[in-house]
């Protein structure tokens, strides 16, 4: 746990002009970073010996059009039973917070999370883990409909470290870092596959898994389950 | 001149385009296609509660199934915060040990196939045989098994299992053996595997790639060394390695696993704590359509007291072997059959979790959980938002990091080199594409 800590110490205090935040949820370290730092927080994290990730995982993009505001998200009962005599409230232990618009959003810890444990709801989540600016965090990343997720692997350190980028669904560009990992260029292309997000300086970026005329991009929230879009062969 | 390695194609393991670019016979150029099998795996997933897509895991790496279930559920169970007993984590790293052995036997005796040994190819798809009799044993299904639950797994082992895997494994050491004897220093098998699809380490770092094709360059990763997860820090295995980052290095990195698996199955059965205890306080187990005869015939003196057989794939619903696989989670596992039916709280648990609108709830979160797959990191970064139905359901695909690299792989060498290290990639499109 101390070495994640100095993790994200480190990054703090290397780039502070970047970092919107970051946190530890169920033994992952997650890192916010502003779009215009990528390149530059990459390259260190790269580079740099204390952190030597050199294995860029995974790269892909959530979509957060719809978080907290589904139907299924809403607890069907108001008011939660209360706990058997037998059983006592599990404690609250994590906190998991994302950026952006919380209007309407379930708070973890809430009822809906733990269908057994009323007494804690009114016992309510602790301090977070960690100390994060949060207005500033929220501020800079209001309205980021989408976020793009590198997820990183230090073989020399045995650690991971996951990135997200808050990215605006009007203007979803980010620099591409397929010059710092050569994985990044059908990851990059999936991306803008499914969700749209144009990545600046990739050399090739077309679709991967849908078909080159394909409308739209699917794995986006109001991009519709069921709609049918298919590719009718040549005419002759 | 341009040669269109087309979506259908013999050699080809699954769908996938591959426009070379020839020189003569030398590959100078190649594009790969791919996408020909997705089918929106990501997207069901947001549609369906947390243990619907159980199925959908199956169909991703479909040749070693078992091991999408479990990483999918360490996924969900990390999210919980959930522990999984210690004879669901030995069965879980038994049942993925025994698919990863399904999975090397499928691409070594598919590649050497296409290289013209048809009989390796059927040695190992009879080996393969007979581990798919284990898993239908255990989870009533070859090869679309559903076996894994969060928190826990469908059902037991059945008994004689330990028996009937020694003998097993008895025999597939027996076809490796053969194997083995046909094709690592068969002259042609080695001139066509060894120096073709060469990569480097910095390249198959850079690429991301991982599994038996970057521990064939050398470099030393795999999950369940690193960062172990169920019960895998107990075991005892070697991870091979390999030199030269060829075809040839991957045939015989592969060939090791194969054995090293064995290894782990076998320590794991002995070290599996204690199964559920057999018999009633008579001894007395008769079947379950011999009870029901019984009973309507109107022999019901004794009855009640007497333990009844049913099927073995159903064993884990049942209170003798539910507390043994299952996690003691009311949050997210169903409870025995007997409390569902029997009484109130049962029945409100099993509400809890089933009905629409309820169900498991994680909290809000997100976790990013790797296992290691037969091809590599299959990596699940699942995101919650609270409700019944995950908001985000994202697979790190091992295969589609070294199909990205394919053109690193392939230009330089002749294209009747693209038939071996196409075959040694083991791409499956169920995974790449999902």
């Not at chain 1, 409308?215 to 040549?234: I, S, T």
């Not at chain 2, 004689?160 to 490796?176: C, M, N, P, S």
Request: hydrophobic share 40%; net charge negative; glycine share 8%.
């Amino acid at each position: 746990m101390s070495e994640n800590l100095s993790l994200s110490a480190l990054m703090q205090e290397q780039f502070p002009q970047w970092v919107l935040g970051t946190h530890q949820y169920r033994g992952d370290e997650t890192l916010l970073i502003k779009r215009e730092g990528l390149l530059e927080v990459c390259r260190f994290l790269r580079d740099d010996p204390r952190t030597a990730f050199n294995f860029l995982m995974d790269l892909t993009c959530v979509d957060y059009l719809t978080f907290g505001k589904r139907l299924e998200s809403m607890p069907t009962t108001a008011t939660p039973s209360p706990l058997p005599y037998f059983m006592k409230p599990k404690p609250v232990t994590e906190q998991w917070e994302r950026t952006g618009d919380r209007a309407g959003t379930i708070r973890a810890g809430d009822r809906a999370g733990n269908i057994l444990s009323g007494e804690e709801v009114s016992a309510a989540a602790g301090p977070p883990t960690e100390e994060v600016p949060r207005a500033a965090e929220r501020a800079a990343a209001d309205g980021a409909r989408l976020e793009v997720v590198y997820h990183l692997y230090s073989h020399t350190r045995t650690r991971r470290l996951r990135l997200k980028v808050p990215v605006g669904a009007a203007d979803a560009v980010v620099d591409s870092v397929t010059g710092l990992w050569k994985a990044a260029d059908w990851f990059e292309r999936e991306v803008w596959d499914m969700f749209g997000v144009r990545f600046e300086g990739h050399p090739n970026l077309k679709r991967i898994l849908m078909y080159e005329p394909f409308d739209g991009h699917p794995l986006r929230k109001d991009y519709p389950v069921n709609k049918r879009q298919p590719l009718l062969g040549p005419t002759n | 001149m341009f040669l269109n390695v087309g979506p259908s194609h013999p050699a080809m393991h699954g769908i996938v385009r591959i426009v070379t670019e020839l020189d003569g016979e030398r590959i100078v150029g190649t594009d790969v296609e791919i996408g020909y099998l997705h089918r929106g795996f990501e997207k069901m997933c947001e549609r369906e509660p947390y243990n619907n897509a159980m199925p959908y895991t199956d169909r991703l790496n479909y040749v070693s199934p078992l091991i999408n279930n479990f990483g999918y559920c360490m996924a969900i169970e990390r999210l919980l915060d959930i522990q999984p007993t210690e004879r669901c984590q030995y069965i879980r790293v038994i049942m993925s040990e025994i698919s990863r052995i399904c999975d090397h036997l499928t691409c070594i005796g598919a590649s050497a196939m296409e290289l013209g040994a048809f009989t390796v190819f059927l040695y190992m798809i009879k080996a393969r045989e007979w581990l798919w009799e284990l898993i239908e044993a255990v989870t009533g299904a070859r090869l679309t098994i559903s076996y894994g639950r969060v928190g826990g797994v469908k059902a037991d082992l059945p008994e004689g299992f330990a028996q009937r895997t020694k003998q097993a494994f008895e025999d597939i050491r027996r076809v490796l053996l053969e194997c083995d004897t046909l094709l690592t220093r068969n002259r042609i098998f080695v001139d066509r595997m060894q120096g073709t699809g060469v990569i480097s380490k910095e390249d198959a770092i850079s690429y991301s790639i991982t599994g038996p094709f970057l521990r064939a360059t050398g470099v030393n990763y795999d999950v369940r060394r690193q960062q172990p997860y169920f019960v895998y820090d107990r075991m005892a295995f070697d991870v091979p390695l390999g030199e030269h980052g060829d075809n040839y290095d991957r045939y015989l990195v592969r060939m090791e696993e194969m054995e090293q698996s064995m290894r782990i199955v076998e320590q794991a059965l002995a070290g599996i704590p204690a199964g559920p205890v057999q018999v009633d306080h008579e001894g007395r187990v008769i079947p379950a359509a011999m009870m029901v005869d019984e009973a309507k015939l109107g022999h019901t003196r004794g009855l009640k007291a007497v333990e009844v057989e049913t099927d073995p794939t159903l064993s884990g619903s049942t209170k003798r072997f539910h507390g043994l696989i299952n996690s003691p989670e009311k949050r997210a596992v169903l409870p025995p059959k007997e409390d569902a039916y029997g009484n109130i709280e049962g029945l409100m648990h099993h509400f809890k979790l089933v009905m629409v609108g309820h169900g498991i709830r994680p909290p809000q979160g997100e976790v990013y959980a790797a296992v290691e797959g037969a091809n590599g990191e299959l990596g699940f970064y699942v995101v919650s938002d609270g409700s019944d139905r995950p908001y985000r359901v994202r697979v790190r695909p091992p295969c589609f990091t070294i199909m990205a690299a394919l053109p690193v792989l392939l230009v330089g060498d002749m294209l009747a080199d693209l038939v071996p290290t196409f075959g040694s990639v083991n791409m499956i499109g169920g995974e790449m594409d999902r």
